[in-house]
């Protein structure tokens, strides 16, 4: 079954750089779209990123273009999120969701998250 | 950016119907999916393309989005489905998530 499971979350100080990882398995990266969703504690949900089922597109919530990259190696059927110059704001779990077809937007499996806390 | 909104909160008696609104411009022109989210869980989807239901989801789950509001409505609400509702819209564009509801089953 599909499976997602995601890594790199810790403390970091504010302005540094981290990079998550989603392991996915049960599935290939080249049939479904990928998304990463973050939820800052006690809040709601907020997409962030998504890389199409074919890697050719990959689209940014504002708050963190030009500082977050969403990126996959197929070899791996893992997905990444570089995130740079992190703030307080970016305190989240932050969640990967596979697309339930190809390039659509709702999501069929969640990974369990990865708390990415930005503190001094 | 497109907005979509919930009510924070919705109670029910068990055994009676919920609904629990999510409201954006003429969201009736986007697919609306649903989420069931219980403390210390991830999502889960409930409900996805307005009103379709995924294998497992029981049949008490149900979705409509006409105008500007989608509706998840639980009939004959269980004490199992007490947890925060988070409505998302989405075109090939954008994706909205709603505030969340807590559904409290009292």
């Known amino acids: 079954q599909v499976q997602l499971v995601e890594s790199g979350g810790g403390v970091v100080q504010p302005g540094r750089s981290l990079r998550l990882s989603c392991a996915a398995s049960g599935f290939t990266l080249t049939s479904n779209a990928m998304h990463w969703v973050r939820q800052a504690p006690g809040r709601g949900l907020d997409w962030v990123a998504v890389i199409s089922y074919d890697g050719s597109f990959t689209d940014y919530v504002d708050s963190v273009k030009g500082r977050f990259t969403i990126s996959r190696d197929i070899s791996k059927n893992t997905v990444y999120l570089q995130m740079n110059s992190l703030s307080a704001e970016d305190t989240a779990v932050y969640y990967c969701a596979k697309a339930i077809y190809y390039d659509d937007r709702d999501f069929d499996s969640w990974g369990q998250g990865t708390l990415v806390t930005v503190s001094s | 950016s497109y907005k979509v909104t919930q009510a924070p909160s919705v109670s029910v008696s068990p055994g009676q119907t919920a609904n629990i609104t999510c409201s954006g411009d003429?969201?009736?022109?986007?697919?609306v999916c649903w989420y069931q989210q219980k403390p210390g869980q991830s999502p889960f989807l409930v409900i996805y393309?307005?009103?379709k239901r995924p294998s497992g989801i029981p049949e008490r789950f149900s979705g409509s989005n006409f105008g500007n509001t989608a509706t998840l409505t639980l009939s004959g609400t269980q004490s199992v489905d007490e947890a925060d509702y988070y409505c998302?819209?989405?075109?090939?564009?954008?994706?909205?998530f709603g505030g969340g509801t807590k559904l409290t089953v009292l």
């Open positions: 998302q819209a989405w075109d090939s564009r954008i994706v909205a």
């Open positions: 003429k969201l009736q022109y986007r697919y």
């Open positions: 393309q307005n009103n």
